[in-house]
């Protein structure tokens, strides 16, 4: 945890100013980081990850041997977390729109790992608002797939496809109503169907 000295403030690490930005939104922290380390303003951090991101190239959250910009901190080595992981995520999103307009296989994996981000929180610990963008991202995915005119990677597809019916899954089963119970069961069994449609042997999890 981090005690506020007024006398030694915290800063930006990337531009070294104290206090907000020029937009008035604060420093945030929420990765491993201690002490006075780690802190940034938010757009501090999205333009570092978009330098990153340019340099490396095309977008692809299977690049497992780079320290993806936009999930990992680059001073601690660990993951964001909560609110600031999902800012993370919903800003890698627009820069894969923004960057690669054409390119609906990146933008279906910038997707996934938003969608990753709420999978992260533990059910019930959802807020409203994030309960709602969750499960708009959810169905965003789902309706990118079946736009798909082709899938050259099949078992890929059915892999994020069963993530978002499990999550929308989990997020009817918490409305508490039958009608919603059924709808549950609904996204369970698609579910169910992609895992078995690539070989995985799973329950609802």
Known sequence: ??????????????????????????????????????????????KYAEQIQQREGRYSSDASDIESPWEICPNCHEQYQNELS???????????????????????????????????IEDGSLETK???EGKETAKIILSMIERKNSMSEPERILSIAAAAYNFLGHRA????????????????????????????TVGIA
């Open 1 to 46: 945890s981090f005690c506020y000295d007024a006398k030694n403030p915290p800063s930006c690490w990337i531009c070294l100013n104290e206090g907000p930005d020029e937009t008035g939104k604060p420093l945030v922290r929420d990765c491993a980081c201690r002490g006075s380390s780690g802190f940034a303003h938010l757009s501090c951090i999205f």
């Open 86 to 120: 999902i800012d993370m995520a919903t800003e890698c999103v627009s820069f894969v729109q923004n960057n690669y307009p054409n390119d609906q296989g990146s933008l279906l994996e910038a997707f996934d790992e938003k969608l990753k981000r709420f999978s992260g």
């Open 130 to 132: 994030q309960r709602i």
């Open 173 to 200: 089963l918490e409305e508490g109503t039958k009608e919603h119970a059924r709808e549950a069961l609904q996204y369970f069994e698609k579910y169910l169907d992609c895992c078995k449609s690539i070989g995985f």
